[in-house]
Structure formats: C-alpha cells, structure tokens
C-alpha cells in the first residue's frame, strides 16, 4: 500500500512538472444544454470574457 502511494505522489508531481507545460494557455468554454446542445467560447470572443469576469466575481471571496 505504502508503494502504490508513493507511486501516486511521484507520478503526480511528475504531471505537476511536466504535463501542464505541453497544454495551451489559451482559454476555451463549452456550455452544455439540457436538450443536448451545446455552445464552445473560444479565446478574445467578448462572451467569453464578460462569462470569466461574471465567474471570477462569483468566485472571489
């Protein structure tokens, strides 16, 4: 038990160190709908920047 846990903890600073630099900075949303549809908000559209601004302001404390 004690090597599956510290497999795990290696293997996440692994990914902490490496696997977020291979991902794109760029931001993106998709919203879903209950019917199944569903919008994607690319990077610089204003509708994704007044939703980011809405979320941060949610979020602060």
């Given at each position: 038990m004690?090597?599956?846990?510290?497999?795990a903890a290696i293997g996440?600073?692994?990914w902490w160190l490496f696997g977020r630099r291979s991902t794109p900075s760029t931001?993106?949303?998709t919203?879903?709908?209950?019917?199944?549809?569903s919008v994607t908000l690319d990077a610089g559209?204003?509708?994704?920047d007044r939703?980011?601004?809405i979320a941060a302001g949610a979020s602060a404390p």
């Open positions: 004690r090597r599956l846990l510290s497999l996440g600073a692994v931001a993106r949303v919203i879903g709908y209950a019917d199944g549809s559209s204003p509708e994704l939703l980011t601004s």
